[in-house]
């Protein structure tokens, strides 16, 4: 399927490399106030270990283009690709202008969505890196956190935690599974469409591209009364009570893209995404219809100053099977994969892979605020959520400015 993408985004790209050219990652005061009040942190730089400031630099994808450019598949090429074609990845989109995710009808079946696996980049925890292997070791400055058991979050999940929920996506290797949380939005407030989760879970890092067929299932088993093989509807109100949506755009870090991958290296501490999402059925907005969404602190403190973090998700790997919510919480530690390099969050965590991209979040003022998302983990005592700092701020801020 080679000409598929290539015909319909030619232009799209070349219009994308030239607004680049002249984009910043300064944010202007403008963006400022668009994005919302955010706590400011106090938290001081370590002058051996980076706290979780990132570098900056502008991430590419989600930038509003000039009318006309074709953004998605159509015509020929959209049948083809509905009728099969989205399953040959021989021609992989790599580049972050290359995203298109066209909806097919019915395509997430029970046995689709029971097959689907779960997959986390792996982590070590304690061993001195550069960062600069394959492999995710870390030394860890504030020490090794506690294995703690997740626990089951308590149903109705749209009473106890409304902005979750579960993302399907299709990859090489076939269904897949991650978690994610609607978001606000500052170009509609009060009106959201869109949703927080892991750069690993929309694409496959360096040598990779864009998974297919990704869809957000928000409070997905809402009453936590079935199992994966139970599920004979997947568009039954006990199921998909805000129905399924459809992400027609994804945003993640350059750095993810250039540099990430599922054996965990120090790209995860870019490892995140938003998305921009449709109903299958027009209506309203998916904030409207959920009546909730997490505002993004970006900056929070660093992990070393946290004392009551929560972690959300739907773990799919053994014990777990992927159909129930589960979180962890307390304090973190910081989870160092390079110098330079931004710390994650970490925390004592059972939850394995199926919870990738699920939301971290704690309280300010009242008030509760995402903060990161799930990354990587050992799939046994901890996981970890990059800090959200300038380039997070970025990829959120492109996703809104794409839909204004």
Known sequence: MPSIRSRSLAAAAAVIAAIMVTTTACDSKKDDDAAGSQPTSSAQADKNVD?????????????????????????????????????????????????????????????????????????????????????????????????????????????????????????????????????????????????????????????????????????????????????????????????????????????????????????????YAVLHVKPENGGKSLQERLGSALPVWFNAPAANKVKNMKVRGYPAEAPYDGSKMYDCRGATKRFVLARNVPAQFMIGCTMNGGASGGPWFMSHNGRTYLVSNNSLSDRKSFITGPRLGKNAKQVYLATSRKFK
């Open 51 to 271: 706290t979780g400031d990132d570098d900056g630099s502008t991430s590419l994808g989600g930038y509003k283009l000039p009318a006309g450019i074709p953004t998605d598949l159509s015509g020929d090429a959209l049948d083809k690709w509905k009728n099969g074609g989205w399953k040959d990845f021989g021609d992989w989109a790599s580049k972050a202008e290359d995203f298109a995710n066209p909806y097919i009808k019915d395509f997430w079946t029970p046995e689709r969505m029971a097959q689907a696996k779960a997959s986390i980049p792996v982590a070590q925890a304690g061993s001195t890196s550069s960062g600069s292997g394959s492999s995710a070791t870390s030394y860890l400055p504030d020490g090794k956190v506690k294995r703690k058991a997740a626990t089951k979050v308590k149903a109705t999940y749209h009473h106890y935690a409304p902005p979750v929920g579960k993302l399907f996506f299709t990859s090489p290797q076939g269904s897949m599974v991650c978690s994610a949380a609607v978001v606000t939005d500052p170009a509609h407030p009060g009106k959201s469409n869109m949703v927080w989760t892991a750069g690993h879970c929309v694409h496959a890092g360096k040598g990779g591209g864009w998974y297919r067929n990704i869809a957000f299932v928000p409070s997905f088993n809402n009453g936590a009364k079935l199992s994966n093989r139970q599920i004979t509807d997947p568009r039954a109100k006990s199921v998909s009570p805000y129905g399924i949506w459809w992400a027609n755009w994804a945003t993640t870090s350059s750095q993810w893209i250039a540099g990430g991958g599922h054996q965990g290296n120090a790209a995860a501490g870019y490892d």
